[in-house]
């Protein structure tokens, strides 16, 4: 070899990145590979890893770029395609060390096939189903060359004015729990280094859902006892599902902000939970905590956070200011920055960023020619999981389903409305791909019945609140107007139901009401929706209200007028092919709500597994001096666990295997279900759990267990629940986990308030 060509070989090997000119072996090692790349790295690099830096007018591509080939970022999320992840990725490469990049997004339900919003999916009570959706989502964002997903969502609800209800799975511990196992699972595959899989970050930890008022960004005050009972498993259940990162909540809890909360960050979730996986903060939550009043300034509140466990800052400006400074006066330590930089570096060798920079971005000769082409999309999965999704709550005098014949009048502000199918966080998806309601019964109905449309109402006539909704999309905005008068648009819809044999009536919000940052102080249907609906009564003819809406309700006014009600929520891509399937009896409604529906505001917080009370109401006795309001009736309009069918469903002979239960021994439940209508369809058989007396107050009643089953016309089945002293343990005020012997009731039922009841000793 001549010396010429030595010197070439030899410039080449120093240029190789570290993880290249590593031999094979620690790449191997997931350990021993970070802890040699570290050594490599300036402070300058290793701050540069902490920073997550958002795609948008904060920041010029030009800039990132150059930012990222200085080592100046570790990742970027709100870029949805190859050709904007590929530069960036390049740039990361003519870096010193060439440390990857990772790209993220909001992959809530759906990259760009959308499913029904997460509160849809939890009505379906589907595991498979919502596997399925989790697993597409994966697909889909992966092939568009992203890493990561801010997801799933799994902050417990149980204040539906809070506009971020739409996008959680309910108000249930163990429901929300399994889903946020599943969603997990299903997001990361075998493998969140696969090529097909993304890496999940679960949210908001912790609490978020519990905020004071329903109002976003609220503060959160909570018991330990009621915190690691109810609010915490589904965090948990993520975790031990192989989460790889952790969103951090915008909240306080009991005072304390989540991103400044070492108990919060350090003592439960890394030491008692084992959590080793990043941590993100959410979008400028480390310069928040100047408002909250826990730091004076900025540098205080980078100190703050990152000794905390806050190891990415989304849209930072922060970390990387202020970081040096602290690092140089001893106010933050170089563990504190090793510590942050190691758990990143871990989640992109974790991601198989280390062993392929373009593991989902691939080769421009293999980018797609449309990026949004329709054969992309997933739609067959897609209408498959919003018929499973919606929610059937009235159906007088079998009015539904409907025949395909005749004429049917098609109103309400929602019934051709795209991009209010897609709910909130509809990622990637495209409102023109959307299958709305019209556009669902012309395909269901073709030349054997007619359809009239009239739009009958905007969403709402009260101008601030559309002005409100708009504010952030006013170079194309969501909300517009018919600029009809009211009466004017009214009479056209009352028009159309006199010439027709039905009306269904497309109602309820748009979806940047059931939205961050939407939170609401009434759960009504906008005052002009009501007066269309009133009008629609007055005709005479049959009314269907079909829901679009992302939390719970107040529908008891609209219950007197309507003769079917149809929960849809946002339902996503194929929600009008879901809709009509299910309207014309294609497919049985087979979801249960998530969620409690109250009769009114004034109930809230009302949900099914509240703590049992000294003074509690009883139906049909005298509500003196008893818990309850006496202006109208008590107990929720519709329950958790609660919807119809067309079949008719029974329940019958609940029998325990034993009277006694004794510790690591198993009690078997069984139950017969019976499908007595005439159409073949799916219920979901839910077990709850009463523990009867316990050292301190327990709920009326916990879901432990559900089944759903499908039944042909007139078959029975028996099912059975295995019950075991896992079961029955709770948190109690020491923080001890731990089933406490005595009697427990066991219910089952088709909801949470028709249940049949045994009764067993734990020993």
């Known amino acids: 070899m001549n010396k010429l060509c030595l010197l070439g070989l030899l410039v080449s090997l120093a240029s190789q990145s570290a993880f290249a000119a590593a031999p094979a072996e620690p790449l191997k090692n997931k350990d021993a590979f970070i802890a040699n790349l570290m050594k490599q790295m300036t402070e300058d690099e290793k701050i540069g890893q902490l920073r997550l830096i958002s795609i948008g007018p904060e920041m010029p591509r030009e800039l990132i770029r150059k930012e990222i080939a200085a080592g100046r970022i570790g990742g970027t999320f709100n870029s949805i395609t190859r050709d904007e992840n590929r530069p960036m990725q390049d740039a990361a490469m003519r870096g010193r060390l060439k440390i990857p990049m990772f790209f993220a997004y909001d992959v809530i339900h759906g990259h760009r096939t959308i499913f029904p919003i997460s509160l849809g999916l939890a009505a379906s009570w589907d595991m498979d189903a919502i596997a399925k959706v989790g697993r597409t989502s994966a697909v889909e964002a992966a092939a568009d060359g992203i ?383 009501r007066e269309l609906i009133k009008a629609l009564k007055a005709t005479g003819k049959p009314l269907v209200l079909v829901l679009m809406n992302g939390r719970p309700l107040a529908l008891a006014w609209e219950r007197e007028q309507a003769d079917a009600i149809l929960e849809t929520w946002f339902s996503g891509t194929e929600g009008g092919n879901a809709i009509a399937d299910v309207l014309f009896g294609d497919y049985n409604p087979s979801g249960k709500l998530a969620i409690t529906f109250p009769r009114s505001v004034g109930q809230i917080p009302m949900y099914y597994n509240h703590l049992r009370i000294g003074r509690p109401f009883t139906p049909g006795k005298p509500g003196n001096y008893t818990s309850q309001y006496f202006e109208e009736p008590n107990g929720p309009l519709y329950p958790f666990g609660y919807g119809l069918s067309y079949s008719d469903f029974s329940l019958s002979n609940l029998s325990l295997s034993s009277k006694t239960l004794k510790k690591g021994q198993t009690l078997d439940a069984s139950i017969q279900v019976k499908n007595t209508g005439k159409h073949d369809g799916e219920t979901v058989v839910q077990l709850y759990v009463q523990d009867v007396a316990a050292s301190m107050s327990r709920p009326v009643q916990e879901l432990k267990n559900f089944q759903k089953v499908m039944l042909k016309a007139g078959e029975e089945r028996t099912l059975h629940f295995s019950i075991s002293e896992e079961e029955l343990k709770f948190w109690n005020n020491q923080l001890q986990f731990a089933a406490e012997p005595g009697d427990f009731n066991i219910l089952i039922g088709l909801d949470s308030q028709a249940v049949q009841q045994q009764t067993f000793e734990l020993l």
Not at 228 to 236: A, G, K, T, V
């Open 147 to 529: 890493d990561m997903t801010f997801a799933p969502m799994v902050d417990i609800a149980r204040d539906p004015r809070w506009g971020r209800t739409s996008e959680g799975f309910g108000e249930d511990t163990y429901l929300v729990s399994r889903i946020s196992r599943v969603m997990v699972e299903s997001f990361q595959g075998q493998s969140p280094a696969n090529a097909d899989s993304i890496m999940a970050a679960v949210k908001h930890f912790a609490l978020y859902g519990a905020v004071e008022g329903g109002r976003d960004y609220n503060t959160v005050d909570m018991s330990p006892a009621k915190m690691y009972n109810d609010y915490l498993p589904p965090y948990r259940a993520a975790i031990d599902a192989g989460a790889g990162g952790v969103m951090v909540a915008l909240n306080s809890i009991n005072g304390v902000p989540a991103t400044s909360n070492t108990w919060l960050m350090n003592d439960l979730l890394r030491k008692e939970w084992g959590f080793k996986g990043v941590t993100v903060s959410d979008h400028g939550a480390i310069g928040e905590l100047i408002r909250h009043g826990v730091a004076k300034d900025g540098t205080e509140a980078a100190k703050l956070a990152i000794k905390a466990g806050i190891d990415l800052s989304m849209n930072d400006s922060l970390y990387g200011e202020d970081l040096p400074k602290l690092l140089k006066s001893g106010d933050v330590s170089q563990t504190d920055l090793d510590n942050a930089v190691r758990e990143i570096l871990g989640a992109k060798y974790d991601m198989g960023l280390f062993k392929d920079p373009y593991v989902r971005i691939g080769v421009a000769s293999e980018d797609p020619a449309d990026t949004y082409a329709d054969s992309r999309l997933h739609r067959e999965a897609a209408r498959d999981v919003a018929r499973r999704s919606l929610v059937l709550l009235e159906n007088r005098n079998q009015t539904l389903p409907l025949k395909k014949a005749g004429t049917i009048a098609l109103v309400g502000p929602l019934a051709d409305a795209p991009i209010d199918m897609m709910g909130s966080w509809a990622a990637a998806g495209r409102p023109h791909q959307s299958v709305t309601v019209r556009e669902g019964l012309r395909r269901a109905l073709g030349d054997q019945a007619k359809v009239i449309y009239a739009k009958g109402s905007n969403v709402t006539g009260d101008k601030a609140i559309v002005d409100y909704l708009n504010f952030l999309n006013f170079d194309a905005p969501e909300i517009v107007d018919d600029p009809r008068p009211a009466a004017v648009m009214i009479a056209e819809a009352v028009k159309a139901a006199k010439q027709s044999d039905v009306v269904v009536a497309v109602v309820g919000e748009s979806r940047g009401m059931s939205h961050e940052s939407s939170s609401r102080t009434t759960l009504e249907i906008p005052a002009s929706q």
